[in-house]
């Protein structure tokens, strides 16, 4: 059984309103535990709290400091030894903060410098890092000539330049085409089975599914659901979903009828059909003209529809 290496219990972290005096309450009592050599998702859309909660872990903000609220990551408190949890972490940032007046490996080299590694010890592991994120060919190259994806997998592998047992990735695959998406998720699998810990938040529900143990939903500063990604889907959802995309509300009963039990989504226009039976589904779906609808399997998505009545992507 793999040991707890971040603890959070009754995290909060409040800010003052600068518009009124009435505070506002960015994380809310949020607890969970992260295993060692796993991969942990925060799930919400903007707001939500990920950010915040993932700053408060790698001692970029501190925590308010309450009665039974307590943060430990590899057994260290953030509000009394940040200097070694930093050590311990890389961090990629939601922004791509290269200097553009460098080179790829001139990037790295500067940034080596900040965890003491020997000029040495420092090539060997830029060559290393540059061969996993393949972009050793890339090495001489300006920033400024590099694509989004490439740009993204450097900021990675310089989180990674002081082999840090903790990496953290805040939303690191937005507004990056499919492709590269995946290659960047291929690469945080591989990490993973290097024993690194990774924490990341996303607002892709299919980024979370796929490279993710175990997930908390977020909203409003609060934890809505926390488990697998497949277990939160089983639990919570119906395998199947109909979207409509022509029939309205009113229409709905000329295609249901009596063919079985289907849940009707309150919360869209046209209205989306849920049911554990897909033959139920394919037998409404039938009665419909192709355009009209698109059956498939339920998601994180419709998960989080479900329990907000807001799409994940709603406050993007």
Not at 44 to 73: F, H, Q, V, W
Not at 120 to 140: P, Q, V, Y
């Amino acid at each position: 059984m793999r040991m707890n290496v971040i603890s959070v219990k009754k995290a909060v972290k409040t800010y003052r309103n600068e518009n009124s005096a009435a505070s506002i309450r960015a994380v809310d009592n949020v607890s969970f535990d992260v295993e060692e050599a796993s991969c942990f998702g925060f799930l919400g859309p903007n707001g939500a709290g990920k950010s915040t909660m993932m700053k408060m872990i790698y001692c970029r903000i501190e925590r308010d400091l309450l009665l039974n609220s307590d943060i430990s990551i590899f057994g260290l408190d953030p509000a009394k030894t940040p200097l070694k949890i930093k050590y311990l972490s890389g961090v990629v940032p939601q922004e791509d903060n290269l200097d553009e007046e460098l080179s790829v490996v001139q990037n790295l080299q500067i940034y080596s410098k900040f965890f003491g590694l020997t000029k040495k010890d420092a090539s060997g592991r830029i060559d290393e890092l540059l061969d996993f994120m393949e972009l050793t060919e890339k090495k001489k190259s300006p920033i400024r000539n590099l694509s989004g994806g490439m740009r993204r997998r450097l900021v990675i592998a310089r989180a990674l330049i002081h082999n840090p047992r903790l990496l953290i990735l805040d939303e690191p695959t937005t507004g990056l085409d499919p492709q590269v998406r995946h290659t960047i998720w291929q690469k945080l699998r591989d990490l993973k089975e290097k024993g690194i810990t990774i924490l990341l938040s996303t607002h892709y529900m299919d980024e979370a599914f796929q490279i993710c143990d175990n997930i908390i939903i977020m909203d409003k500063g609060k934890k809505i659901l926390e488990g697998t990604p497949k277990n939160l889907l089983k639990d919570n959802m119906e395998k199947y979903v109909l979207e409509l995309i022509k029939v309205k509300r009113n229409e709905l009963h000329q295609f249901i009828g009596d063919t079985g039990k289907v849940r009707v989504d309150d919360l869209r226009e046209p209205p989306n059909l849920f049911s554990d039976n897909f033959d139920t589904l394919r037998i409404i779906a039938d009665k419909l003209e192709d355009g009209e609808y698109y059956l498939r399997r339920s998601n994180l998505e419709d998960l989080f529809m479900k329990l907000t009545g807001r799409s994940l992507n709603e406050l993007q």
